[in-house]
């Protein structure tokens, strides 16, 4: 294969970076909800809508003691990334500071997909080379671009699987072409009725057409982190699987579909409870650690701050319980990757 000079340039420091986010087995944690998502959050759990409280929230996380430990890397959303702590401390530099890498969301979220009903197509493309040289100089060193995949009556098409994974591919290479290793993120949504097996066609079905399109563009694979979803049954499906089920589909659809030049794999939790996300992720790596080309770890949002922010509730007065309840759900899934979590010892 032909590799462009700038990956060439580029290949050492992606793989220091991503050598540096996981190195002790730590995870990543997504804290990039867009101002919708984040209000709709913020709303379920009463708490007020603004940008001040935002801010206050993303202090709350980025200001937790100890969450280093096992947080190698948080991902920002754009508004984050410019605000700063209570102290005027930049978020990125507050990161740093608590030993912790900093990484942006860049896509511009998922639009509906013109002529194709029920589908959507992520968008941020326009302006992205000059997008990832600003957030560099803000301190990012990862990115993320989130592709969602529904599954339902005749969907998802082919149309949108090639749209979405030629939208991964070309903001990979803007990534990489800057030296910020890109987070790809395919989600095969959990909302709908569907089995479990279906989900596996359609993850494995995602996978491999973007690792084509990946292939395609000059992508290095060794230079990006996978972020996908576990295989598991819809959310409204009536027959839900067992954790060592899930674990299994999951490793045999991954198994099947990623090269083993990808160094890692970060699941995203999809709106699995916060303890079936650890489960799974416990049992894939106690019963298939050692049998696995690429390390498995996390890169979740509401399966480690959900917790969190009900205790909260947006109270100054609540900020010590929340954040600890942030640093030992973070810490679960950090034993997870060693496949020695235990719901008894939370
Ligand atoms: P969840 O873990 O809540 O699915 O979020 C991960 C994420 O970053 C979605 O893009």
């Known amino acids: ?19 540096q986010l996981f190195a002790g087995n730590k995870g990543l ?8 998502t984040c209000n709709k959050r913020f709303a379920a759990a009463g708490i007020p809508q603004s940008i001040e409280m935002r801010r206050k929230y993303r202090e709350l996380i980025v200001s937790t003691p100890g969450l280093n430990e096992s947080i190698g890397g948080a991902i920002l959303f754009d508004e984050t990334i410019r605000q700063q702590t209570s102290e005027g ?15 942006i969301k860049v ?9 194709f009903p029920g589908e959507k197509i992520t968008e941020g493309l326009d302006g992205l080379r000059e997008r990832l040289a600003a957030y560099k100089l803000m301190g990012a060193r990862f990115a993320k671009w989130r592709a969602v995949i529904t599954i339902g009556a005749y969907i998802p098409t082919i149309a949108s699987i090639k749209a979405n994974v030629h939208a991964l591919a070309r903001y990979a290479a803007l990534c990489q072409e800057a030296g910020i290793v890109p987070i790809v993120e395919p989600e095969v949504l ?6 479990m097996q279906q989900c596996y066609e359609v993850t494995e079905q995602v996978l491999k057409n973007l690792f084509n399109e990946l292939y395609q563009f000059n992508i290095d694979l060794e230079g990006l982190i996978l972020k996908p979803n576990m295989v598991i049954a819809g959310i409204e499906s009536a027959h839900q699987n067992s954790i060592d089920e899930v674990a299994t589909a999951t490793v045999d659809c991954l198994r099947s579909s990623v090269p083993a030049s990808v160094p890692v794999i970060a699941f995203l939790s999809g709106g699995q409870s916060p303890e079936d996300a650890v489960a ?14 690429w390390m498995v770890s ?3 949002a509401r399966a480690i701050q ?22 030992a759900r973070a810490k679960s899934n950090a034993a997870a990757m060693h496949g020695v979590y235990s719901a008894f010892s939370e």
């Open 298 to 300: 996390f890169s979740f």
């Open 1 to 19: 294969m032909v590799i462009s000079t700038f990956y060439k340039m580029n290949q050492q420091l992606l793989k220091d970076t991503i050598a």
């Open 306 to 327: 959900q917790p969190a922010l009900d205790s909260w509730k947006g109270q100054d007065a609540n900020v010590e319980a929340a954040q600890k309840l942030l640093y």
């Open 29 to 36: 944690l997504a804290m990039d909800e867009s101002t919708g």
């Open 89 to 103: 401390i930049p978020m990125a530099e507050a990161l740093i500071k608590a030993g912790i890498i900093p990484g």
């Open 280 to 293: 799974h992720l416990n049992a894939i790596n106690k019963n298939y650690r050692h049998h696995l080309p």
């Open 190 to 195: 959990m909302t709908g009725n569907h089995t």
């Open 107 to 115: 896509d511009t979220g998922a639009k509906p997909m013109a002529g």
